[in-house]
């Protein structure tokens, strides 16, 4: 049941509670269907992060009621959020799978020209990924007839964030498929979901990293202090792969930033040139120095997001920390060499970066520093072109790092080409 006063009240006096909280940001595909896509009919498809999804898209077609698809055990919750759901029109579903009642409510209500919303993960996903969707949308958008509005939405619901949302172009099921039948359903399920998870990809490279954030305190401290205090130290010269754009620094999402290592300040050189992101490194225990000592040191390196690794050992929490990083979208920066080299050689890689990105599916960036002949002498970075992760196999996992091996060496040879690297 419909609570159309209710409902208006809401739309007119929570828009600034919910900027508040959500302040959400945006993105368009195509800016030039910003306003069109509203017009008659449409089901808007999503992946599905959190309950706050549902109030979120509340307010992201403003002007029009957007019903939303839910699971019967969300709706019975409580009796607040029941009542939250029926102002809105929520159409219910029952969690028996035979039950495809919902099916017809939503064809019926697109045919009259509504909008529904529909998550079609059919439960939230934390982890950043995307599951398989179901195809009970495709179906729907088959007999209604009515375009789909692929979302993604990144779930960032707090104070310290802004929520983004991704709106991709409209997808006409006529264009897709020549019939109704279980393949072309198929078909069509493929393109939406394979459409959401480019959505998701352009996101991540849009959305920005703020430059400050009081839950990464020391961090967002540090790399501030890398650009602008040890700036005139620590002078650094990025120079790009003529095939690669500058898109390697700026870019969202989780990467792996591989560099060979030959300075301990090796990190605040790199950090002084992705100062747009927070990076996390991979540091040896040596450096945390003795247990039960330097507590301090230790603190700093933490809240620094220094991730410690015993390379004497197949140190499994380190690599299981690496990948919670990584899939929490964020960006490691690490020395497979696992040691400084003062010779200007490249020393044999270890595996370990290729398996931690087989194991999350993250590309990896090939960055060289060159030598430097003093100090306060200016640093030349090298950046190589993106590495794609490997499969999960012993044998590809070693031509992973065969190919991370090549990349430095391949850099290494440019920097001496332009004279920016001493034998």
Same mark, same amino acid.
């Given at each position: 049941?419909?609570?159309?006063? &209710?409902?208006?009240?809401?739309?007119?006096? %929570?828009?600034?509670?919910?900027?508040?909280?959500?302040?959400?940001?945006?993105?368009?595909?195509?800016?030039? +269907?910003?306003?069109?896509?509203?017009?008659?009919?449409?089901?808007?498809?999503?992946?599905?992060?959190?309950?706050?999804?549902?109030?979120?898209?509340?307010?992201?077609?403003?002007?029009?009621?957007? #019903?939303?698809?839910?699971?019967?055990?969300?709706? #019975?919750?409580?009796?607040?959020?029941?009542?939250?759901?029926?102002?809105?029109?929520?159409?219910?579903?029952?969690?028996?799978?035979?039950?495809?009642?919902?099916?017809?409510?939503? $064809?019926?209500?697109?045919?009259?020209?509504?909008?529904?919303?529909?998550?079609?993960?059919?439960?939230?996903?934390?982890?950043?990924?995307?599951?398989?969707?179901?195809?009970?949308?495709?179906? =729907?958008?088959?007999?209604?007839?009515?375009?789909?509005?692929?979302?993604?939405?990144?779930?960032?619901?707090?104070?310290?964030?802004?929520? #983004?949302?991704?709106?991709?172009?409209?997808?006409?099921?006529?264009?897709?498929?020549?019939?109704?039948?279980?393949?072309?359903? +198929?078909? /069509?399920?493929?393109?939406?979901?394979?459409?959401?998870?480019?959505?998701?990809? @352009?996101?991540?490279?849009?959305?920005?990293?703020?430059?400050?954030?009081?839950?990464?305190?020391?961090?967002?401290?540090?790399? =501030?202090?890398?650009?602008? /205090?040890? %700036?005139?130290?620590? #002078?650094?010269?990025?120079?790009?792969?003529?095939?690669?754009?500058?898109?390697?620094?700026?870019?969202?999402?989780?990467?792996?930033?591989?560099?060979?290592?030959?300075?301990?300040?090796?990190?605040? $050189?790199?950090?002084?040139?992705?100062?747009?992101?927070?990076?996390?490194?991979?540091?040896?225990?040596?450096?945390?120095?003795?247990?039960?000592?330097?507590?301090?040191?230790?603190?700093?390196?933490?809240?620094?997001?220094?991730?410690? @690794?015993?390379?004497?050992?197949?140190?499994?929490?380190? =690599?299981?920390?690496?990948?919670?990083?990584?899939?929490?979208?964020?960006?490691? /920066?690490?020395?497979?060499?696992?040691?400084?080299?003062?010779?200007?050689?490249? &020393?044999?890689?270890?595996?370990?970066?290729?398996?931690?990105? &087989?194991?999350?599916?993250?590309?990896?960036?090939?960055?060289?520093?060159?030598? %430097?002949?003093?100090?306060?002498?200016?640093?030349?970075?090298?950046?190589?072109?993106?590495?794609?992760?490997?499969?999960?196999?012993?044998?590809?996992?070693k031509k992973g790092s065969e190919t991370i091996n090549e990349k430095l060496h391949g850099l290494r040879e440019l920097a001496?080409?332009?004279?920016?690297?001493?034998?």
């Amino acid at each position: 049941m419909s609570h159309p006063i &209710s409902y208006f009240i809401t739309k007119l006096t %929570a828009p600034p509670v919910q900027w508040l909280f959500f302040r959400r940001k945006t993105y368009y595909e195509d800016r030039n +269907e910003k306003n069109r896509f509203l017009k008659g009919g449409v089901l808007y498809v999503s992946n599905h992060k959190s309950f706050w999804d549902y109030i979120c898209y509340f307010f992201l077609v403003y002007f029009h009621k957007l #019903r939303p698809v839910v699971s019967d055990l969300i709706y #019975r919750k409580n009796p607040v959020l029941r009542f939250l759901l029926n102002m809105c029109g929520a159409i219910v579903v029952g969690k028996n799978e035979l039950d495809l009642s919902f099916v017809e409510r939503c $064809v019926e209500l697109l045919r009259k020209g509504k909008k529904i919303v529909i998550f079609p993960e059919a439960h939230f996903i934390h982890d950043g990924n995307i599951r398989d969707f179901s195809p009970s949308f495709a179906k =729907i958008a088959l007999e209604a007839d009515v375009p789909i509005v692929p979302l993604y939405i990144d779930g960032n619901y707090s104070f310290f964030h802004r929520t #983004r949302v991704m709106v991709g172009k409209k997808i006409y099921p006529d264009d897709i498929c020549a019939s109704s039948n279980n393949e072309e359903v +198929e078909k /069509l399920r493929e393109t939406v979901q394979d459409k959401v998870i480019y959505l998701q990809d @352009i996101c991540s490279r849009r959305s920005k990293t703020p430059l400050f954030s009081f839950p990464f305190f020391m961090m967002d401290f540090g790399r =501030i202090n890398a650009k602008w /205090l040890f %700036a005139p130290i620590f #002078r650094t010269k990025v120079h790009f792969d003529k095939s690669v754009k500058p898109y390697g620094i700026k870019r969202e999402g989780p990467i792996i930033l591989a560099c060979n290592h030959r300075y301990f300040l090796d990190s605040v $050189v790199i950090i002084n040139a992705f100062w747009r992101r927070r990076l996390w490194i991979l540091i040896a225990k040596e450096i945390y120095g003795e247990e039960g000592k330097h507590r301090l040191r230790k603190s700093l390196l933490k809240s620094g997001g220094g991730i410690k @690794i015993d390379r004497e050992a197949m140190d499994i929490e380190a =690599i299981k920390k690496c990948c919670d990083t990584l899939e929490k979208g964020r960006a490691l /920066l690490v020395f497979p060499e696992g040691h400084l080299t003062h010779d200007g050689d490249l &020393s044999p890689l270890k595996d370990g970066v290729s398996m931690i990105s &087989s194991r999350t599916t993250t590309p990896i960036l090939p960055l060289y520093i060159c030598t %430097a002949k003093k100090l306060t002498s200016k640093r030349h970075l090298y950046v190589g072109d993106l590495i794609p992760p490997s499969g999960k196999g012993m044998a590809e996992i070693k031509k992973g790092s065969e190919t991370i091996n090549e990349k430095l060496h391949g850099l290494r040879e440019l920097a001496l080409k332009e004279g920016n690297e001493h034998e």
